[in-house]
C-alpha cells in the first residue's frame, strides 16, 4: 500500500483579541490506499480543524497536506479547489447539495467540476450505488433526513475520488442509513480509496482499520 493523503506536522492557530487557540499543534497522519482511518476526540479536540485543513478548506500555519504527492496546502484558492475537485470527495454534516439543483444535476456540476463529466447512465449508477435514484429529480428541499445523507454521498463520491473525507457521516442518521452509508465508504475504500472519517461514535471507529485520537490538537500517543 502506499500513502495518498499526507500530512505534516500540521499547526493551526486562532486568535480573539489577546487569546490564542492552539487548534492544531504538530499533527501528522498518513492514509493509504484501500485503507479507512477513524479520527476520534473529544469536543475542541482539533477534529473539525484537521478535516478543512485536510480538505484545503482551511490553510495550516505550519505544516503541509499532499494528495498522490500533490501539494494542497499553501497554494491560492483556485488550485486548491481544482485539486479538492479531482482528487477529493467531502461527506459533510451539512449535505454538501446546492439547492435550486436535483440530487441528479448536483452530481453533474461535481463531474463537471472534476472534469469527468459523464453520461446520464454513469450519474444514475452511482444514484443507484447510495440508494437515491428514486429521488433523482427531487430538489434536497424535498428529501429526509436519510436521503440527504444519501444524497451528500453521491455528490462526494461522483468521481470515483483518491481520497473521502467524512465529517460524522451517520451522525443524525437511523441505523439502517448509518450502515449503508458505511458500507458505502469501505466498498470504495476496498477499491482504492483513502477514506478517513472523523466521528465521536466509537460504532463508527471500529469498522476501521485504525484510529488516532486528538486531544488538544495533538495525536495521542
Avoid: W
Avoid at 16 to 42: I, K
Avoid at 46 to 55: E, I, M, N, P, R
Avoid at 56 to 74: A, K, Q, T, W, Y
Amino acid at each position: 500500500m502506499s500513502a495518498v493523503l499526507e500530512a505534516r506536522s500540521l499547526y493551526r492557530f486562532y486568535h480573539a483579541g489577546d487569546e490564542e487557540t492552539l487548534a492544531l499543534q504538530g499533527v501528522s497522519l498518513e492514509v493509504d490506499r484501500g485503507e479507512v482511518l477513524a479520527v476520534t476526540g473529544p469536543s475542541g479536540s482539533g477534529k473539525s480543524t484537521l478535516l478543512a485543513v485536510l480538505a484545503g478548506l482551511d490553510e495550516p500555519d505550519g505544516g503541509v497536506v499532499r494528495i498522490e504527492d500533490e501539494r494542497l496546502s499553501r497554494r491560492p484558492e483556485e488550485q486548491r479547489a481544482d485539486i479538492r475537485a479531482r482528487l477529493l470527495g467531502v461527506v459533510y454534516q451539512q449535505a454538501n447539495l446546492i439547492g435550486h439543483l436535483s440530487v441528479e444535476d448536483n452530481v453533474a456540476l461535481a463531474q463537471r467540476l472534476g472534469r469527468r463529466a459523464g453520461s446520464s447512465d454513469r450519474r444514475r449508477r452511482v444514484l443507484e450505488r447510495c440508494g437515491i435514484a428514486s429521488r433523482a429529480h427531487a430538489l434536497p428541499s424535498q428529501l429526509s433526513g436519510g436521503e440527504l445523507a444519501r444524497a451528500g454521498l453521491a455528490v462526494a463520491l461522483a468521481n470515483d475520488p483518491a481520497v473521502v473525507l467524512a465529517d460524522e457521516p451517520t451522525g443524525e442518521l437511523d441505523q439502517h442509513t448509518a450502515a449503508r452509508v458505511l458500507e458505502l465508504l469501505r466498498e470504495h475504500a476496498e477499491a482504492g480509496t483513502a477514506v478517513l472519517i472523523v466521528t465521536h461514535s466509537p460504532e463508527v471507529a471500529a469498522v476501521a482499520d485504525r484510529e488516532i485520537r486528538l486531544r488538544d490538537g495533538r495525536v495521542e500517543p
